[in-house]
């Protein structure tokens, strides 16, 4: 059985995990952490009373093997660290972590031999969205992304709608892209600006997550979106990794490079 700790296992994704580990086979929930909890008790959370809760990153002592981390954009870095220096394969749905963080987070892994998996997205959705948009965009450089997501998100852009962004930009010929003498009459109207691609944050209750990939050519268009409507339905994606990141010896970003 490997045992995994799931981090950030009293909000909506983390829940789902905990349920995810528990009706995995060959996978046995061992410990849970979650900051300022007022009780360490087990059962208070429904959970087996052989499951270690953890209220402190600084008391977690666990045998655990796999880290699943669906917490907060502040937050991820510290526990992702702690996870590689403690020998736990770190599964990261928390987006939020920047270039030179992921960099030195994969040079610690490197050093440890440590398999593990950031995604910024664990919906096959999305992961097929990011590999589809990164291939039209050899054909179409002018480019747009537009992500939606709900009102209780705190960090914008998306991870997705940056990975996007960073995967077309890997095979997007730079240029200028619209008019060069746009002038913006309302602060920010044209969104964010990642190498010259456009992004755009729509926050807003009653959705779950979303993206659209825009792309504009001469006398046509193409638009690539994808609809998550369900957060269960990213428990797919987690399960691939949970299977796939003992078998890794790097710290890799984006679960395509798994699949």
């Known amino acids: 059985m490997t045992k995994v700790i799931v981090a950030g296992f009293t909000g909506a994704m983390g829940d789902k995990a905990v349920h995810l580990v528990a009706d995995t086979a060959g996978f046995e929930l061992t410990a849970v952490f979650a900051p300022n909890l007022t009780s360490t008790n087990p059962a208070d959370f429904g959970l087996a009373a052989d499951v270690q809760v953890f209220q402190s990153l600084a008391k977690i002592n666990t045998d655990a093997e796999i880290w699943i981390d669906f917490t907060l954009p502040s937050a991820v870095y510290a526990n992702t660290k702690f996870a590689i220096e403690n020998g736990i394969s770190p599964v990261i749905g928390t987006t939020g972590l920047t270039d030179s963080q992921v960099t030195e987070l994969q040079k610690l892994a490197a050093g440890k031999k440590l398999g593990g998996i950031i995604a910024p997205n664990f919906g096959m959705s999305a992961v097929l969205l990011m590999k589809f948009a990164k291939e039209a965009a050899q054909y179409f450089p002018d480019v747009e992304i537009i992500e939606m997501h709900h009102d209780h998100k705190k960090d914008a852009p998306s991870g997705t709608a940056l990975s996007t962004a960073k995967m077309i930009n890997e095979v997007r010929e730079p240029h200028q ?9 309302l602060a920010n109207v044209r969104g964010g ?8 944050s729509v926050r807003l209750p009653g959705y779950v997550a979303h993206e659209q990939v825009l792309f504009g050519g001469a006398g046509e268009a193409l638009t690539i979106r994808q609809d998550s409507f369900d957060r269960g339905s990213f428990m797919s994606g987690v ?17 395509e490079n798994v699949l």
């Open 177 to 185: 892209q619209g008019n060069p003498e746009e002038t913006e009459t």
């Open 193 to 200: 600006d990642y190498h010259g691609i456009h992004i755009h």
């Open 239 to 255: 399960e691939v990794a949970l299977t796939k990141v003992k078998k890794i010896n790097e710290l890799v970003v984006g679960l």
